[in-house]
């Protein structure tokens, strides 16, 4: 077992002058490789402020984040632009892609970001539509894809980094029940069939049963981190 | 990616882009506009300067121009005279005997510069044929024969036929004065000038003077503007002992209102800019901000910010391309309908522009030797009132653009 994710005793306070909010308060938290994690707990819990710490979007006021054995705490602002490029995959709870490029233009968006050359870009490109089931709508603007769609490209395109993991905050909030399973079913082969970490933040039941472990957060702390039965014996861990 | 993204952003507010790209042009138009017509009207001043009134050249004794003392002609004129029109590029010359003397009437007298001239000669050097408003040219038959000019028969209340007589000293010192009638009351844009000469034939004037053949001053027009300086150096070499000056010696104030004029139009361009820098500042700042989420989005996915300043840059730099031709265009076309046609200034005041001795018809001339310059001003002016707006682009924080 690879560890991709290490966070010893991270926190991060807002209003600290004033009424001290601890957005996430003290959190361990170690995830390896090949995990399919849910992020769970009331609004306000902390829940995407503990995603923008682990995926170097924002920085702990205390404690230490480790990537890889990277600590991102000690990166520049620069450094981590290009770390988050190479490391990281992200997929937000909307407004995802960017909206002048073509559903293939976006995925290949990053991988150009990574100088990746024209001719891997497009079997890259080719692979993932083929994976998330949209090769015909690879010249589509996203204002032309439903929800589901555009979230299945932006799972394409957290891909196309090839990340150690890919963060989601609440990426089904914005879908009806049956986009929600459909882009549940896509991840979940994912990360059976290619081995890909996902971390990813929820309310939704449904998309919790799905997960094979369930971190619990509330005011800041984690208070429950565990196994869940009904996945694991569904689909035991590799 | 960078630029495909920039193209397409453009389309996606194409009202802001058309209000961006005719801001561009409207300012590039502007500021042709200002150079045309300033282009205009120094090329007629100094064209009136040259061919109504000083000429190209003009040669006196070194002492003349002191005091206009009579007694300072050009000694060996003729034969000066000769020498120069050898030299090539020359159009024409011509000579005058000039004194400063009084000019009166029954009811009052005034101050005025006398020039003798050669009529057929004069007409041409100084365009007085053409300046003529009312009566007759010089007739050979006739005596006492004088020219005057708007400004100073509207004082002097003189007509064409009035009697006037004009006083002066000649070469020994004496008192001189000669009763004229007028022949011709003539006007030019140049309203001073006007108040102040009065012509007479050289003929006439000389003997009054008592210099026989001679004369103070040669008039030298070229065909080329551009040789003036090397016709200079040759006359200078050839009669040294002579004053030889050129149009923007002898017309400084002329030479000074061009090159403080070119000062203004680049004042009033710069004005004209600092209001676009203000539209663009504006406008891109708004499609920044526009699309904070999608910009906060792109660095979250790991986008350099030099590529988000760049994105920035270059939407405006599309812009400014887009807008440079329609403003060259209209620039173009309006310079030069108002070339053919002439722009009438009138309505800023005849009077104004006739003292200061402008015509108040312009025509604007396509300013081509300023033109890239311009061109380059607007360019700068509009990747530096990006920058603002492109460094608040990449300043966003992703956690917070997100948020939203
Ligand atoms: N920029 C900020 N300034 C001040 N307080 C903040 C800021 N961002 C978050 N908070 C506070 O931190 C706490 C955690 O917020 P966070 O957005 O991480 O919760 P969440 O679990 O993602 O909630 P939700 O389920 O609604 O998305 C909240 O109390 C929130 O008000
Ligand atoms: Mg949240």
Redesign the pocket.
């Known amino acids: 077992m690879k560890t991709v994710i290490d966070a010893h005793n991270i926190s991060k306070v ?2 600290r002058k004033t009424i001290p ?1 601890y ?1 996430v308060n003290n959190v361990h938290l170690h995830l390896e490789r090949g995990e399919f994690t849910a992020l769970v ?1 009331p ?7 503990l995603l923008n710490l682990i995926g170097g979007l924002d920085k702990p006021d205390e404690g230490n984040i480790f990537i890889n054995g990277v600590d991102i705490t000690n990166l520049s602002s620069n450094e981590l632009i290009n770390f988050r490029l190479r490391n990281i995959g992200f997929v937000f709870q909307s407004f995802n892609l960017i909206p002048v490029l073509t559903a293939k233009e976006n995925v290949e968006f990053i991988m150009q970001l990574q100088k990746m050359n024209k001719r891997d870009r497009g079997e890259r490109v080719d692979k993932l539509f083929k994976e998330i089931g949209l090769e015909d709508k690879l010249n589509e603007r996203p204002s032309k894809l439903s929800g589901g769609q555009q979230q299945r490209v932006a799972v394409a395109r957290a891909l196309a980094s090839k990340p150690q993991f890919v963060l989601a905050d ?1 990426p089904t909030a914005n879908l009806d029940s049956i986009a929600a399973s459909n882009l549940l079913d896509i991840m979940v082969r994912l990360n059976k069939e290619e081995n890909i970490t996902f971390l990813f ?1 929820t ?1 939704d039941q449904r998309v919790i049963d799905r997960a094979r472990r369930v971190i619990t957060l509330v005011d800041g702390k984690i208070i429950s981190d565990s196994a869940n039965v009904a996945t694991n014996t569904m689909h035991p861990t590799n | 990616m960078i630029f495909t993204m920039a193209w397409r952003n453009i389309w996606r507010n194409k009202m802001r882009s058309i209000v961006i790209m005719l801001s561009i042009a409207i300012g590039l138009f502007a500021g042709i506009a200002v150079l045309a017509l300033y282009k205009g009207m120094m090329d007629a001043r100094i064209r009136t300067a040259i061919d109504a009134e000083v000429g190209h050249v003009q040669l006196h004794d070194i002492n003349f121009k002191k005091d206009y003392e009579p007694k300072y002609f050009v000694t060996n004129g003729e034969h000066v005279l000769h020498e120069i029109s050898k030299i090539s590029g020359i159009k024409l010359t011509t000579s005058r005997s000039i004194t400063n003397g009084m000019l009166a009437t029954a009811t009052g007298s005034a101050g005025v510069q006398i020039n003798g001239v050669i009529a057929e000669q004069e007409y041409k050097a100084s365009q007085l044929k053409n300046k003529i408003i009312e009566g007759k040219l010089f007739d050979n038959t006739k005596k006492n024969q004088v020219m005057i000019g708007k400004k100073l028969a509207d004082k002097m209340k003189l007509k064409t036929g009035s009697k006037l007589v004009l006083t002066f000293t000649d070469t020994s010192g004496s008192i001189v004065s000669g009763a004229f009638r007028v022949v011709a009351i003539y006007q030019s844009v140049n309203a001073p000038l006007d108040e102040r000469n009065v012509y007479v034939t050289m003929k006439e004037m000389n003997t009054l003077l008592t210099i026989g053949q001679s004369f103070h001053e040669i008039v030298v027009l070229l065909n080329n503007d551009e040789d003036l300086q090397e016709v200079q150096q040759q006359l200078k070499q050839k009669f040294p002992s002579y004053k030889i000056e050129t149009w923007k010696e002898i017309s400084p104030e002329t030479d000074l209102l061009v090159k403080t004029t070119d000062q203004f139009s680049y004042i009033l361009i710069s004005i004209i800019m600092f209001a676009l820098a203000f539209g663009i500042i504006n406008t891109m700042l708004m499609a920044v901000l526009e699309r904070t989420r999608e910009i906060g989005m792109m660095i979250a996915l790991g986008t350099t910010k030099v590529k988000i300043f760049l994105l920035v840059l270059l939407e405006t730099i599309l812009l400014t391309l887009a807008g440079t031709p329609v403003g060259i265009l209209i620039g173009w076309l309006v310079s030069n309908y108002f070339n053919k046609h002439g722009l009438d200034l009138s309505g800023m005041g005849k009077e104004m522009m006739s003292s200061f001795g402008y015509s108040t018809i312009i025509y604007p001339e396509f300013p081509t030797d300023k033109f890239f310059g311009v061109i380059l001003i607007v360019f700068i002016t509009s990747i530096i009132s990006c920058l603002f707006p492109a460094i608040k682009a990449l300043r966003l924080l992703p956690v917070e653009a997100l ?1 939203r």
């Open positions: 807002y209003n909010v957005a707990g609004s306000g819990s902390g829940k995407t402020t609440e933040s309310h | 948020r």
